[in-house]
Nanobody, 121 residues
Framework: QVQLVESGGGLVQAGGSLRLSCAAS????????MGWFRQAPGLEREFVAA?????YYADSVKCRFTISRDNAKKTVSLQMNSLKPEDRAVYYC?????????????????WGQGTQVTVSS
């Protein structure tokens, strides 16, 4: 069982930056694929970024967002730069027990409660 707690959301102007963090419990954090998803009002939850031994990004955030993890501290972070109004959403940290990455919410087993990111134009 893994518990995930996100932090770092907030309000930022377009072009600004935010850093989201996710703290995980559990003994086998390093074995999980960790990911970030987001959900805007009225839309489905969508993939943002994930990290295994490699990193994966949605096209919409490539070159602006960076995912990283610290297995010793059991944390995963999402550095978001050059934020746009369309990045506004609730951002969720997620963990997958799978041995291979699939950019789908259904492939992730554990979820945090979410943190709101609002970008003003």
């Amino acid at each position: 069982q893994v518990q995930l707690v996100e932090s770092g959301g907030g309000l930022v102007q377009a072009g600004g930056s935010l850093r989201l963090s996710c703290a995980a419990s559990g003994r086998t954090f390093s074995s999980y694929i960790m990911g970030w998803f987001r959900q805007a009002p009225g839309l489905e939850r969508e993939f943002v970024a994930a990290i295994t031994w490699n990193t994966y990004y949605a096209d919409s955030v490539k070159c602006r967002f960076t995912i990283s993890r610290d297995n010793a501290k059991k944390t995963v972070s999402l550095q978001m730069n050059s934020l746009k109004p369309e990045d506004r959403a609730v951002y969720y940290c997620a963990a997958s027990r799978s041995s291979y990455f699939v950019a789908s919410p259904s492939s992730f087993d554990y979820w945090g409660q979410g943190t709101q990111v609002t970008v003003s134009s």
